[in-house]
Each structure stands twice: as C-alpha cells, then as structure tokens.
C-alpha cells in the first residue's frame, strides 16, 4: 500500500465492505451488497476504487510452515544515516517481507520468512549486515506464532 499524505475519508458503506472482507476475503460481492445494502456491481465498484487507492488489498494470507519456511525472525536494526535508503534497500530483499520504520531501541524492524537457519544466516550475514549504514542487527527467532489477525476492522 502507498502511504498518503492525509487519510481517505471513508463513508460507512465503504467501511462496512472493508470489514466483510476483512472477515472473509473471499465472500462474493452478492453477499457483501446483502450486507451493507448495495447491489452487487456498486460492491464491485467500491471495491475496485478502494483497492485502485491504495485503502487496501485483498490478499490470501499463508501460514509460512505448510509453505515450507520453518524460520522466521523479526530482525531490529541500528542504522547511521537515512533510514528510509536502508528500509528501501531492506525491501528489495525476497525474504523480508515486513519492513517498519521505527522510534526507540532500533530503527528498522524486518520480518523474514525463510526456509531454515542456514538461509538466515546466510541472509544476515551476506545481505542484511553488508548494506551500508547497518550498524547493527538483532535477531528475534519466532517460535511459534501465536496470533495474527487482519479483522481489526475500520474507525
């Protein structure tokens, strides 16, 4: 998604989609239009604008495990310098697949999904220490995702 400026101003219908979707991302504009009181061409329509803005994405999210990623980590990054050209570059990379900016004991944090210790390593070594205004790392190995949700709905 693109970060704005100013945030959209959403109507309660608009809303009232995104939370459908965020239930279910793969309920039918029918049922959605039964929901919020549209029909399902003007739930298309929303959808498609919404989506064309940046509002959102509809997405399939996996669980890493069953894809065969058995390693993640949340890697805190110190920098010297921009930290935007180092989170630029930290989001080139294939296996980070979260990238934040950030105020307090780090200034970057990246998520990384890989298939196993010696990709982390390697990763950490080969690419992520050796880009230029990397301080320091430190690395949070996951053990067991416990929760994560994209329900938390629209204000």
């Known amino acids: 998604m693109t970060p704005r400026s100013r945030p959209i101003a959403l109507d309660e219908v608009s809303k009232a989609i995104i939370e459908q979707l965020q239930e279910d991302g793969r309920r039918s504009y029918a049922e959605i ?15 498609q604008k919404l989506t064309d803005a940046g509002v959102m994405q509809v997405v399939a999210v996996t669980d890493p495990m069953q894809l065969g990623f058995y ?6 990054i110190r920098v010297t310098g921009d930290s935007r050209v180092i989170a630029q570059k930290l989001s ?10 950030t105020a307090g004991s780090f200034d970057i944090l990246a998520e990384i999904v890989c298939e196993n ?8 070594n080969e690419r992520i220490r050796r880009i230029d205004g990397v301080e320091a790392t430190e690395t949070f190995v996951y053990l067991k995702l416990q929760k994560q949700l994209y329900n938390w709905g629209t204000r």
């Not at 390693?71 to 805190?76: I, K, L, N």
């Open 33 to 47: 239009g039964k929901a919020v009181g549209l029909s399902e061409a003007a739930v298309r329509q929303r959808v």
């Open 71 to 76: 390693r993640q980590a949340m890697v805190g």
């Open 92 to 101: 080139d990379i294939t296996a980070v697949d979260y990238v934040v900016l």
């Open 117 to 124: 210790d010696d990709e982390l390593i390697e990763l950490l």
